[in-house]
């Protein structure tokens, strides 16, 4: 059964940084691209940013929103995919998702086939 | 203002049928890329529920079917139930943002 678990989430001030990690179980990590999505309280969900698996370049690619301040990252040894997220602004709090991206090699494009349940990141002073 | 333009809400009694539109552009629907769907009942994750415009993962009912046409998309339930109740978002790929979109999402309420 695939099982992805999100933590790292919670309170930070303005301007700060907070790494979420999300640890994979039940599918071989490597072979697999991950991203994150977000859904601020209330809203819809918003695509953050999206990770290639190594065979694929292990490239990222980012939404305008997040780009230049957030970064995903990937350790296959330990199943477990990152985001970094630096320059926190009120606007990036949300519920972040971490998802399993199943990736369509000859047109670069993607769909999020499993998901976490979520953690909460509160961005305020 | 999401790419993809979803309305709001919908709503249908129980054993009817209701279809959710996803509109898009050039850049992304229209530019041949697929539309998949997310099921997000009140208060859990998102889920699958339509992948490749029209293809189902294993264990979503056939009373859910997905379709595409030039810059759209839409979304069919027949046989509504109460537990369908839920938001509905649909979503693709933008060319021109070189990422995912989302719709703003669809609220279906079963009356």
């Known amino acids: 059964e695939v099982q992805l678990v999100e933590s790292g989430g919670g309170l930070v001030q303005p301007g700060r940084s907070l790494r979420l990690s999300c640890t994979a179980s039940g599918f071989t990590f490597g072979d697999y691209a991950m991203s994150w999505v977000r859904q601020a309280p209330g809203k819809g969900l918003e695509w953050v940013g999206f990770i290639r698996s190594k065979p694929y370049g292990g490239t990222t690619e980012y939404a305008a929103s997040v780009k230049g301040r957030f970064t995903i990252s990937r350790d296959d040894s330990k199943s477990i995919a990152f985001l970094q997220m630096n320059s926190l602004k009120t606007e990036d709090t949300a519920v972040y998702y971490c998802t399993r991206a199943a990736y369509y090699d000859s047109s670069g494009e993607w769909y999020f086939d499993y998901w976490g349940q979520g953690t909460l990141v509160t961005v305020s002073s | 203002q999401s790419v993809l333009t979803q309305p709001p809400s919908v709503s249908g009694a129980p054993g009817q049928r209701v279809t959710i539109s996803c509109t898009g552009s050039?850049?992304?629907?229209?530019?041949?890329?697929?539309v998949h769907w997310y099921q997000q009942l009140p208060g859990t994750a998102p889920k699958l529920l339509i992948y490749?415009?029209?293809n189902r993962p294993s264990g979503v009912p056939d009373r859910f079917s997905g379709s595409k046409s030039d810059t759209s998309a839409s979304l069919a339930i027949t046989g509504l139930q109460a537990e369908d109740e839920a938001d509905y978002y649909c979503?693709?790929?933008?060319?021109?943002?070189?990422?995912?979109?989302f719709g703003g999402g669809t609220k279906l309420t079963v009356l």
């Open positions: 050039s850049s992304n629907i229209g530019a041949g890329y697929d």
């Open positions: 490749g415009n029209s």
């Open positions: 979503q693709s790929y933008d060319s021109s943002l070189s990422g995912s979109v």
